[in-house]
């Protein structure tokens, strides 16, 4: 059965009967029919769960598979009678239409809804996108009449939750914009790092909308747009419940790239499900060098949400996709997600998604290679299997996270300057050679000193290579990497890094995900 026709054949429970897993009573749902809703929480307990997180390989066109990966282990959790929640980011429409399609698991260890979850779900990325369009019809308006604050220079850019390359660039009536995919925005950053409400306002007066003729610093806070731009998010902010093919509580909430963003999902969620929850198994988008390193520099540093548990997913035809068919090469792309992991914590498993393709051999290999390395090796079957025969996995599960860990790792100081943290960043942990600066980007970042000296970096590179070349694959030494350009993210309080020839705004492929997807007797087909 493909990944569709197991999630409709699933026997799903009403969302209220769900919640009680967590304790969650039926007037704190907001629901969205009989299978989502909105958690309206106000308080929630002091209790502090343990955090774990998957992360993965670099991708290849075979998957990695964390996100089912992400879900079968909640679920192998629940099976073995342990409280435990899966907190996710929400899908982007860019990838369900676009190659990679939806995001919600396969086999036997997704959520559901699918098709509902894949496409609006509960209006999140949409209010979003409206929110971060809103600014900039506010900066227009401001223009149109008069131009009272004399803005000269806009970075604030629109936005939309498609790929659409046609949209890097556009002229408007009034000036030159571009549009950034939703995910990729300042505002989604903004949503998913918001501890509350008053957050979120303080975050969103703060973004940087632009220069003035005098070169002074404009801000969304001077044009009086912030309110409305609040009203559009607030329910938004509210968590999202929906449940696994098995039953158990999944949520959903917030969704950035972690290649061109920060791939993490909310603040709030993760903090929600800590304290309704004795293990919370969470996910960053991409491979480790993407996604786990930006959760870790981000995401962990600045609100204490340090993983007890770090879990590197792998698959042995990636791994050999990586060494262009041959285990033996490719093996070394793990080997570099081991090496930076292990900076991090002491606490780390590699557990390789088997496939019934998968020879004795390689996987012993691949298991042999991790012990070398210090690191146990588990393996998955619940893409095929579910929860079923998965004790070894909890059980390891719960000696690592009550495991201490003795290594508290940083990349760069908070006091180091902006060159200085890119450096140290690229050098330490991608082995970087020589980092280019593109035209007088150096300059113009050492400029940024004065006042954003403080801010973390989040790197923009493709995700399918340890460097910003998507061709390069394995685990490659001595290369360089370029600088193409930068943005000041304000109200999120890091600078994004562009390297290569990463955009914000991606495009369609030629054979995209669209050309399979259809209305069949009012069925939705295609997304997968």
Not at 1 to 8: Q, V
Not at 24 to 49: D, F, H, Q, R, V
Not at 265 to 292: H, K, M, P, R, W
Not at 432 to 438: D, E, H, M, R, T
Request: aromatic residues 8%; contains cysteine.
């Amino acid at each position: 059965m493909t990944d569709y026709e197991i999630n409709k054949k699933a026997k799903l429970k009403p969302i209220k009967e769900v919640a009680k897993k967590l304790n969650i009573k039926e007037k704190e749902l907001i629901p969205y029919g009989n299978y989502m809703a909105k958690l309206n929480i106000k308080k929630t307990s002091n209790k502090k769960g343990k955090l774990i997180l998957v992360t993965s390989t670099n991708p290849t066109p075979y998957g990695e598979g964390k996100t089912t990966l992400a879900i079968g282990l909640n679920d192998a959790m629940n099976r073995y009678g342990k409280k435990s929640v899966a907190v996710l980011r929400e899908p982007s429409l860019g990838p369900v239409f676009g190659s990679k399609g939806g995001a919600t698991g396969g086999g036997k260890s997704q959520v559901a809804p699918m098709n509902e979850i894949n496409l609006h779900f509960t209006g999140d990325f949409h209010a979003i996108t409206s929110a971060n369009n809103l600014i900039s019809a506010i900066i227009d308006n401001h223009i149109y009449f008069g131009n009272k604050l004399e803005i000269d220079k806009v970075y604030f850019t629109r936005c939309l939750d498609v790929n659409d390359r046609s949209l890097r660039k556009i002229n408007t009536k009034l000036r030159e914009d571009c549009f950034t995919i939703t995910a990729a925005s300042e505002i989604m950053a903004i949503f998913t790092l918001s501890k509350d409400l008053n957050d979120l306002k303080e975050r969103l007066d703060n973004i940087l909308i632009g220069k003035s003729k005098k070169g002074k610093d404009i801000y969304l806070k001077d044009l009086g747009g912030t309110g409305a731009v609040v009203a559009l998010l607030k329910d938004a902010m509210k968590p999202n419940l929906v449940q696994s093919l098995e039953n158990n509580p999944v949520i959903i909430h917030g969704g950035p790239f972690a290649n061109i963003a920060h791939g993490c999902n909310s603040i709030i969620a993760t903090n929600l499900g800590l304290s309704l929850a004795d293990y919370v198994i969470t996910e960053a988008g991409f491979g480790s060098d993407c996604g786990a390193l930006k959760f870790l520099d981000i995401k962990s540093k600045d609100n204490n949400l340090y993983p007890d548990l770090i879990i590197l997913n792998a698959t042995i035809r990636s791994l050999k996709y990586h060494g262009n068919g041959n285990l033996q090469e490719g093996i070394s792309n793990l080997e570099f997600h081991i090496k930076n992991m292990q900076k991090y914590t002491d606490n780390l498993l590699v557990i390789l998604n088997k496939f019934n393709d998968d020879s004795k051999y390689d996987i012993k290999y691949v298991n042999d290679f991790c012990n070398s390395l210090n690191c146990k090796m588990l393996i998955s079957n619940m893409y095929k299997n579910g929860s079923k025969n998965t004790k070894e996995l909890v059980d390891n599960i719960i000696e690592y996270t009550n495991k201490n860990n003795t290594k508290h790792f940083k990349i760069y100081n908070k006091n180091d300057s902006i060159i200085e943290k890119i450096d140290k960043f690229c050098k330490n942990m991608y082995g970087v050679k020589n980092i280019i600066y593109k035209d007088n980007l150096k300059d113009e970042l050492n400029n940024l000193d004065k006042k954003y000296q403080s801010y973390n970096i989040c790197i923009s590179k493709t995700p399918v290579s340890i460097t910003d070349n998507a061709k390069i694959l394995g685990y490659p030494k001595n290369f360089d990497m370029t600088v193409t350009g930068y943005k000041i993210n304000n109200g999120s309080k890091f600078i994004t890094i562009l390297m290569g020839d990463v955009m914000t705004m991606p495009g369609l492929i030629k054979n995209a995900n669209y050309f399979n997807i259809d209305v069949i007797d009012d069925e939705i087909i295609g997304i997968f």
